[in-house]
């Protein structure tokens, strides 16, 4: 799947989801299943999500724990293990803000890195 084909879909998902899912005041995209088929069905659908979370999750903070091991000559697994407790840290005292400002923050540094390249 293409970046283009990814925006796209965003963009028709929006168009003709966005409105009926805020007029029923569903917060998550299972709702509408749960109110259609019941709390098992979306148990059952919950999983796919579940590990994809936690695959994204791994290899985030594989990637993480690389980058560091590289620039400051650690070992990878203390760089893995101390990236994610940083990350826990940062988002058990700010929650999702938190998250949403060092993703900014990030961006910005990404941002830096490819013009000095």
């Known amino acids: 799947m293409t970046y283009s084909a990814i925006i796209n879909s965003f963009y028709l998902g929006g168009i ?3 409105k ?3 007029e029923r005041e569903y917060f998550t ?5 749960q109110s259609k088929y019941g709390k098992r069905m979306v148990a059952l659908l ?7 979370d936690l695959f994204y999750t791994g290899c ?18 203390l760089s893995v293990i101390g990236s994610a407790g940083i990350v826990m840290i940062y988002t058990m005292f700010g929650g999702l803000y938190s998250v949403a ?12 890195g490819l013009v000095g390249c």
């Open 20 to 22: 009926i899912l805020r």
């Open 60 to 77: 985030v903070l594989n990637a993480l724990g690389a980058t560091i091991s590289v620039i400051l000559g650690l070992d990878k697994s």
């Open 29 to 33: 995209l299972l709702d509408p299943f």
């Open 46 to 52: 919950y999983i796919p999500t579940l590990c994809g």
């Open 16 to 18: 003709f989801f966005a």
């Open 101 to 112: 400002y060092t993703d900014v923050i990030q961006l910005i540094f990404m941002t830096i």
